[in-house]
């Protein structure tokens, strides 16, 4: 971590057993990156009521159904959105230009030449705009796409042009050859691609996820893949990790990667820089930032 403010004590702890001090003395908690929801929140269900939790993620929803009461809960927005986005474009051209097929050809010593998918003039929907789907935005610009699509929860404009309301999406869902889940997994967001979303998508269409497993649903997504309607390319899946012998594992027209959205060389000093001036703010009586609860 470097240099940290003076003042607190500093106990690190992995999510192993034991916990290096009891939980209840803890002010400032930092749940272990990459550690499931149970041991995110193990210290949080064993006493301690923090005054702030400082997630290493994007996403809270491990954390939240445990929070204390009065708790401030802050994300890690600014850590991810540049790894996240990078992995969304990798994803969507391995899958159109059929990069799976090819990793496989060379293993059976075969040649698939032929016509492939291209990026450039398609449309695109990023649904959920915000930090994270706004970076993807800006690395789909040199692709040449015919358009980009964008849905928030609310309608509004910004500078590249309007991001559309979460109940505009029954509509733009036809128009777009690529859909780009980034959304926040909330109980609104909770199989948002569901069997109704996943038919208003075009044939031959391409999906996403680089949000979270739950906002796809699994069985409604295998239907699909199954058919050969559509195509999907997925860094979340639920359930995750995916078990041996899950039928998406072999679905037609599925690539997956292990949830590594975030999880570069970009993460850690992002995710250092982050930790040092929020506990500069706490030591210090000063706001936090990127608050999302309490």
């Known amino acids: ?33 990459m550690k499931a929801a149970e041991v995110a929140t193990r210290p949080l269900r064993h006493g301690a009521r923090p005054r702030v939790v400082q997630t290493l993620t994007a996403g809270v929803d491990h954390v939240l159904p445990a ?77 040449e796409c015919a358009r980009v699509l964008r849905v928030a929860r609310a309608a509004r404009t910004t500078g590249r042009g309007p991001v559309h309301a979460l109940s505009e999406l029954p509509a733009l869902l036809p128009r777009a050859d690529v859909v780009i889940l980034t959304v926040p997994l909330t109980e609104d967001t909770r199989h948002l691609a569901d069997a109704a979303f996943l038919a208003r998508m075009k044939d031959g269409a391409l999906l996403v996820n680089v949000a979270r497993g739950p906002v796809v649903e699994t069985k409604a997504l295998l239907a699909e893949l199954e058919s050969g309607r559509l195509t999907a390319a997925l860094d979340v899946t639920d359930p995750e990790p995916l078990p041996p012998g899950h039928p998406l594992w072999h679905a037609p027209g599925a690539l997956i990667s292990p949830h590594v959205g975030g999880s570069t060389s970009a993460f850690w000093p992002r995710a250092r820089r982050l930790l040092r001036g929020q506990l500069e703010r706490f030591v210090q009586g000063r706001p936090l930032e990127n608050v999302v609860a309490g």
Do not use: K
Request: proline share 11%; aromatic share 10%.
């Open 1 to 33: 971590m470097g240099e940290l403010p003076p003042g607190p004590l500093y106990l690190r702890w992995d999510g192993d057993e034991p916990f290096p001090a009891d939980p209840a003395g803890a002010d400032f908690y930092v749940p272990p990156y």
């Open 67 to 143: 929070l204390p009461a009065g708790t401030v809960l802050c994300n890690a927005r600014g850590v991810h959105e540049t790894s996240t986005a990078e992995l969304a474009l990798t994803l969507t051209l391995a899958a159109l230009r059929g990069i799976p097929r090819f990793v496989r050809g060379q293993d059976a010593e075969r040649w698939y030449a032929g016509v492939y998918p291209a990026l450039a003039d398609r449309t695109v929907l990023i649904v959920g705009y915000g930090a994270i789907g706004a970076a993807v935005e800006d690395r789909l610009a040199p692709f």
